[in-house]
């Protein structure tokens, strides 16, 4: 089945470490985002990429860390600058061109230990 | 810069009864895009209508209708013969046409609850 899959669904965090968020689509997209949200909150723009080797800077980028090496995957990087990174994360994705509308993965859930 | 208000935090609805759930923006653009995205329980976000701002024509699908008021920005969503399986967070959103960020402004989201 077509699709965006994210993992883990649930991923725990120490002090001082990285982690990597995963998110794959095969719906043969050329944009994928990232976004956070908070409880209460709609959802912010962490990073987004419209072409492979490209990304840029979202709204709330600080902390943060990407990579677009193929097509199907955006992996997100929570560093150990990102002091506050519990929260739901959620990918998306879209084909190119004017107002295409996102498709969103399950989303993973960061819980700092 | 664009933003979304969703002035009701939590509305409820019996089963079967209609419900409307408001949406407001602020934008200086002429050309852009709404949407409505459900997040059930399970926390994924689910497409549940789109409208054009250049189309005069309200969108729908199947139960669920919008009333766009470009005038007014204003983006409501109608669900009709409402169930069970509708409960949900729902989110009104924003999006520029291409040549911005492509991002997507939310406003804080709705909780819908459906009586039996």
């Known amino acids: 089945d077509g699709g965006i899959t994210q993992s883990p669904k649930y991923l725990f965090r120490k002090e001082g470490q990285n982690v990597t968020l995963s998110c794959e689509q095969n719906?043969?997209?050329?944009?994928m985002y990232w976004y956070r949200q908070d409880p209460g909150q709609g959802l912010r723009l962490i990073y987004y990429?419209?072409?492979?080797?490209?990304?840029q800077k979202g709204d709330i980028a600080e902390g943060y860390s990407v990579s677009r090496e193929k097509k199907e995957s955006f992996p997100l990087t929570v560093t150990s600058a990102q002091k506050n990174p519990t929260a739901f994360y959620l990918c998306?994705?879209?084909?190119?061109?004017?107002?295409?509308?996102?498709?969103f993965g399950p989303g993973t859930r960061l819980l700092v230990l | 810069a664009q933003t979304v208000t969703q002035s009701q935090p939590e509305m409820s609805v019996q089963e079967a009864e209609t419900v409307t759930l408001s949406c407001t923006y602020d934008?200086?653009?002429?050309?852009?895009?709404l949407f409505w995205y459900k997040q059930p329980p399970s926390r994924q976000m689910i497409l549940v209508i789109r409208q054009e701002a250049y189309k005069q024509q309200n969108a729908t699908e199947n139960r669920f209708s919008v009333n766009f008021q470009k005038a007014a920005k204003s983006f409501s969503l109608k669900i009709s013969d409402s169930q069970l399986g509708d409960a949900a967070m729902y989110f009104c959103?924003?999006?520029?046409?291409?040549?911005?960020?492509?991002?997507?402004?939310f406003g804080k989201g709705t909780k819908l609850t459906v009586n039996p």
């Open positions: 934008t200086s653009e002429s050309d852009y895009y």
């Open positions: 959103a924003y999006r520029l046409p291409q040549g911005g960020s492509e991002k997507l402004v």
């Open positions: 998306a994705s879209s084909t190119a061109g004017t107002g295409k509308t996102q498709y």
């Open positions: 990429s419209q072409i492979v080797n490209d990304f």
């Open positions: 719906l043969n997209h050329d944009a």
